[in-house]
């Protein structure tokens, strides 16, 4: 891999480092309200969605695929609402699809440890173990084999940050690979005379 491409990876995996910790800080310290706030969000972003593309689909003068658009609008606007709304009853819902959300996101990691090994850097088998340890932890929370969704929120929050430390470890496999793969200067001889 050249090395524009290990910028990239390395870029992208810094800023979903960002967004994890910060993400997974707040799922853990604000547990009790967290899950239906994350929901809502959710809520207010389907619904945001459908909003503006009805409103593009009615001002926008040439409606090709027009019973698609309104479908998939209304649907967002219909999903929205229920998120924002009845948040009390899609919360059994949401920790499933959290679980899933979980192991997914671990099991995405899964290339960018295999680029580190195509790359040379020889400890790449090391960020394996956080992605195994996001995907269990993805399962448990699926699963819900306990009654709290304060629980629920801790453990999302703690898988998020094992992401974090997943994508710490990538960006350091990426800067060691991108140092070996560098063409080495060769010594200076002017010293000896």
Request: charge should be neutral; glycine fraction near 10%; charged fraction near 15%.
């Amino acid at each position: 891999m050249d090395s524009e491409r290990m910028n990239k990876l390395e870029n992208n995996l810094f800023t979903t480092m960002l967004l994890e910790l910060a993400v997974g800080i707040f799922m853990i310290i604000y547990n009790e309200d967290s899950l239906d706030f994350a929901i809502r969000i959710l809520g207010i972003a389907a619904a945001s969605y459908g909003i503006v593309t009805l409103l593009t689909w009615v001002v926008k003068p040439r409606r090709s695929n027009g019973i698609q658009v309104v479908v998939t609008a209304v649907f967002g606007i219909v999903a929205g609402a229920a998120l924002i709304f009845l948040t009390e009853s899609v919360r059994g819902v949401t920790t499933i699809v959290a679980g899933i959300f979980a192991a997914l996101l671990g099991i995405i990691k899964l290339p960018s440890a295999f680029s580190l090994k195509k790359n040379g850097f020889r400890n790449w088998w090391i960020m394996i173990i956080p992605i195994a340890l996001m995907a269990a932890g993805g399962v448990v929370i699926g699963l819900k084999p306990y009654s709290s969704d304060s629980v629920t929120s801790i453990l999302l929050g703690t898988v998020l940050i094992i992401g974090c430390a997943a994508d710490i470890f990538g960006i350091g496999g990426t800067a060691r690979a991108a140092d070996s793969a560098a063409p080495k200067k060769p010594l200076d001889d002017s010293s000896d005379t």
